[in-house]
């Protein structure tokens, strides 16, 4: 439900109708209020049309719900600077820079957000006034409206309104940098990217009557100055102290343990590897990927509580050294594993499900996912299991039965349920609960309870007769007759079968012959016409020349009918009252 109110909005966003989007996406957050990417939708959609308070409050939302992710920092700048808190966006986009330094997206924002920052005003024909100047003319209005990305500026008042008083005025042009519109015009006259600092940045005062400039260079300097400029000052090499040495040295040999650690991992050798990974781990603690590669030792030799304690150490040690959330991951989602491996009852799988979810909130990782779903899924098999008990299901379904003779329907429904519970794979109790559900008009249900009772014992007659009962119910004579025969085949002198095919033919004649009223006519094509089968047939090209010649040349239609494939085809059509046969 979220995804598709999510994707309404995404649609909405995309045909330029922001209000209808920002209601969508608040319709999927109701449903999902802890997705960071609903509330950064909605952000951009409330910044789009001019609600840069509410685009903040989401974005807010966003990066306390994920901290980690630098688009909702871009959402958090872009709404400040609408805001015109164009400090606040810098310092906003710079924290996005810090998580993802190479996003174009940040960069742009950064550059019009530092654009925006109040500066000191320049010397008159110079600055705000001489760039101004390039609104000067009646040319700018078809620029503008010939780009996509400021066309729809042309359509707002406001925009409009401070365009014309530029025009007026150049030197005006400073007070309304803060709007993201006007920088993103400005950029489109001056032929610039937003993303170059440089072209950003107010121009360098000129120099006091102190500050002389420097005489030109001689000859002599000048066929020097190439190879000045060619050569950049090279940094003076910084001394490391001797402990700094130490650390480091053993860094590196803590990692050639960790890879020889890893390659007897791979040769099975596991003694070899964890004496590997313990000898990294004492050279160096500052690295968990130690602690978790011996806990998967451990996992594979079936230590599962040292793995455990490994695991633990890891996450706690983690922690303190802020390390890498998809390593914490790790270490939770190995340890889920080996709870996993030691749970022989259903609670006991509580413990390790929590585990693996707690992994999910450091990193959703597919292969965690799948874990947790696998785990979940034993816990619910184990569930059955220790519930299983055929005595007491007897005993229920005797109950059902008891209800079921004094018509109390629902409470027979109920005894056969728990009795199901008790021994899922009595196909008498599926057949007794399709019954009351005939009886209480659930053809849906009681289709699937029958369908179940002929899944666990096909040649239980009475999986069939409820079946076709339900189908007959339904009107879907053609189906119904399908179900009965397929029932004679396992119990050939079953009079309830009999007697439900010789119904069902009744009923299929009535539509050659012509007896039904067009209402019921019109209503079985209907329904006939929602089966996949009849549609297969309908659409075949062969079928339906077949089916032209047998109205336009019924002599030649013959030839088909001998086909044991076209003649069972027709006849499905004929059965459920799409071809009449007279």
Not at 179 to 185: A, C, E, I
Not at 186 to 191: A, E, F, V, Y
Not at 277 to 296: H, Q
Request: net charge neutral.
């Amino acid at each position: 439900m979220a995804d598709e109110a999510k994707a309404k909005g995404n649609a909405a966003f995309s045909a330029g109708r922001f209000e209808e989007a920002a209601g969508h996406f608040g319709d999927a957050i109701a449903l999902a209020p802890d997705n960071h990417v609903l509330y950064s939708n909605r952000s951009a959609a409330y910044a789009s049309f001019g609600r840069y308070k509410d685009a903040l409050a989401d974005a807010e939302r966003t990066v306390a719900l994920r901290p980690d992710w630098a688009k909702g920092y871009s959402r958090l700048g872009a709404a400040r600077l609408g805001l015109a808190d164009a400090a606040g966006a810098v310092e906003s986009y710079e924290k996005g820079l810090a998580l993802e330094p190479s996003n174009a997206a940040l960069k742009d924002g950064l550059a019009q957000a530092r654009l925006a920052l109040p500066r000191a005003r320049p010397p008159s024909g110079s600055g705000g006034d001489a760039i101004g100047k390039v609104f000067q003319g009646p040319e700018i209005w078809s620029k503008i409206a010939a780009d996509p990305a400021t066309r729809a500026y042309l359509d707002q008042p406001d925009f409009t309104q401070m365009l014309r008083e530029v025009q007026r005025n150049p030197g005006a042009l400073n007070n309304y940098l803060s709007d993201p519109r006007m920088v993103q015009v400005l950029s489109l006259l001056l032929n610039i990217r937003i993303q170059k600092q440089n072209n950003n940045e107010a121009p360098e005062p000129a120099p006091s009557p102190s500050q002389s400039t420097p005489p030109p260079p001689s000859p002599k300097q000048q066929q020097k100055q190439p190879e000045t400029k060619s050569r950049e000052p090279e940094p003076e090499p910084v001394e490391m102290t001797d402990e700094e040495k130490e650390r480091k040295e053993k860094k590196a040999v803590a990692q050639k343990e960790k890879e020889a650690g890893n390659a007897a991992y791979k040769k099975k050798d596991f003694e070899t590897a964890i004496q590997h990974y313990t000898k990294a781990m004492e050279l160096d603690d500052e690295d968990i990927s130690y602690l978790t590669n011996r806990a998967a030792v451990y996992l594979e030799m079936g230590q599962y509580d040292e793995c455990i304690k490994d695991c633990d150490v890891a996450v706690e040690r983690g922690r303190e050294l802020r390390a890498d959330f998809k390593m914490i991951s790790r270490a939770l989602t190995r340890k889920g594993t080996a709870l996993a491996k030691l749970a022989k009852t259903s609670k006991d799988y509580d413990v390790a499900i929590e585990t693996f979810q707690k992994a999910l909130t450091e990193h959703r990782n597919p292969d965690t996912l799948k874990r947790l779903n696998d785990a979940e899924r034993a816990k619910k098999e184990l569930e059955q299991q220790e519930y299983y008990d055929p005595k007491i299901a007897d005993e229920e379904r005797e109950k059902g039965n008891e209800f079921f003779k004094q018509q109390k329907y629902p409470e027979a429904v109920k005894h056969y349920t728990e009795a199901l519970r008790r021994n899922p794979k009595d196909p008498k109790v599926y057949s007794n609960r399709a019954a009351c559900y005939t009886k209480l008009g659930a053809m849906p249900e009681g289709l699937k309870d029958a369908e179940k009772c002929i899944e666990l014992d096909p040649a239980f007659s009475k999986g069939y007769t409820r079946k076709g009962a339900i189908q007959f119910f339904m009107k879907e004579y053609d189906k119904a007759m399908e179900t009965y025969q397929e029932g004679l085949k396992h119990d050939p002198s079953n009079q309830e079968l009999l007697d439900g095919v010789k119904r069902c033919i009744q009923q299929i004649n009535k539509a050659n012959r012509g007896e039904l009223t067009p209402e019921e006519l019109k209503e079985r094509q209907g329904k006939a016409m929602q089966d996949p089968e009849i549609q297969n047939i309908l659409t075949d090209p062969v079928m339906r020349q077949v089916l032209i010649d047998l109205q336009e040349n019924p002599r030649s239609s013959q030839e088909h009918l001998k086909n044991p494939g076209v003649k069972q085809k027709i006849q499905k059509l004929v059965n459920a009252g799409i071809v009449q046969m007279k």
